[in-house]
């Protein structure tokens, strides 16, 4: 089983300011990793996906990966309290592989 | 908009019933999901199917059987149902590729078994 691993959290910031989330995978030969956000009560939801090394910006969103060091991570700027929710982290293609989430409060 | 759609929102049952969990998706996706999510343990795979009649284990397959007879619908089966069974059932659904790390969700099942 693959693992990934996120930041624990709870993380709280003020509105304004930027989450950082942070994720690493065991799988070297992983391709392909998603962020997904789930609000309480919900289901998952597609932020972003990412597949090469470096950044990718949409909107608010950053995705950056780093595959020497198995890392990737979502910055989310000008962070807004409707941003307030769980944050998965999704490694591989078709059978992904889940982290445990991380809960991000953003406090007006 | 891509629509999978879970058969009950809530679902409480008895130690050793058997349960029925139904998902239908109307994308005409070639993969179908079956997640559980419990508090701290994220979302795990129970398992998938790639096509109709086709089924592959995921993570947690014990206690589990699933069924899948045409594209759209995939249904998952607790063959006895277990108190340690009691959880958010999650389904999912996507196209193979690359881009079937985009899945879509269904709104869940909380399953309480007593």
């Known amino acids: 089983q693959k693992e990934v691993e996120q930041n624990s959290g709870p993380l709280s910031v003020p509105e304004g300011a930027i989450a950082s989330l942070n994720c690493t995978y065991s799988d070297r030969g992983s391709q392909s990793f998603f962020w997904y956000r789930q609000y309480s009560g919900k289901s998952p939801e597609l932020i972003m996906f990412i597949y090469s090394n470096g950044d990718k910006e949409d909107g608010r969103f950053t995705a950056q990966l780093n595959k020497a060091s198995q890392y990737v991570s979502l910055l989310i700027r000008d962070s807004q309290p409707s941003d307030s929710a769980t944050y998965l982290c999704a490694v591989d293609y078709y059978k992904l592989s889940f982290g445990a989430g991380t809960t991000v409060t953003v406090r007006a | 908009d891509v629509k999978v759609t879970q058969s009950s929102r809530y679902l409480v049952k008895r130690t050793g019933e058997k349960v029925f969990l139904e998902c239908v998706q109307d994308m005409d996706h070639e993969n179908m999901f079956w997640y559980r999510q419990d508090p701290g343990l994220g979302l795990r795979l129970i398992y998938f199917s790639y096509d109709v009649k086709m089924k592959e284990k995921g993570d947690i397959p014990e206690g589990y059987s699933v069924s899948r007879e045409k594209k759209e619908r995939f249904s998952l089966i607790l063959e006895s149902a277990s108190t340690n069974q009691t959880s958010m059932y999650l389904c999912?659904?996507?196209?193979?590729?690359?881009?079937?790390?985009?899945?879509?969700f269904g709104a869940g099942t909380r399953l309480s078994v007593l």
């Open positions: 999912a659904s996507t196209r193979p590729g690359l881009e079937g790390g985009v899945q879509y």
